[in-house]
Nanobody, 123 residues
Framework: QVRLVESGGGVVQAGGSLRLSCAAS????????MGWFRQAAGKEREFVAA????????YYTDSVKGRFTISRDNAKNTVYLQMNSLKPEDTAVYYC????????????????WGQGTQVTVSS
């Protein structure tokens, strides 16, 4: 079992930045690929970014490329999502997830999910 706890959400003006963190516990963190999804009110949960266990491979949805950066610190069992140049359309609950293969992350087949953290971007 992998337990994931997100933090770092909040309210920010358009153009601002936030850094989300996701702390993992329970299993060997470095064995798992990690990802971030988001869900806006009334919409389906969508993929945002994923990073391999080695921190070498990363994927992003097109709408966040060049603005968001996913990274991880295996010594701290934590994955981060640095979000810059935020837009009102980035407003959503952001969820961290984990899987043994980065392909499972991008296919939304992760067995482990956090509870989410709210990000609100005001215009």
């Amino acid at each position: 079992q992998v337990r994931l706890v997100e933090s770092g959400g909040g309210v920010v003006q358009a153009g601002g930045s936030l850094r989300l963190s996701c702390a993992a516990s329970g299993r060997t963190f470095s064995n798992y690929a990690m990802g971030w999804f988001r869900q806006a009110a009334g919409k389906e949960r969508e993929f945002v970014a994923a990073v391999s266990w080695s921190n070498i491979t990363a994927y992003y949805t097109d709408s966040v490329k060049g603005r968001f950066t996913i990274s991880r610190d295996n010594a701290k069992n934590t994955v981060y999502l640095q979000m810059n140049s935020l837009k009102p359309e980035d407003t959503a609950v952001y969820y961290c997830n984990a899987a043994l293969n980065i392909g499972l992350i991008t296919k939304r087949e992760s067995p482990y999910w956090g509870q989410g953290t709210q990000v609100t971007v005001s215009s």
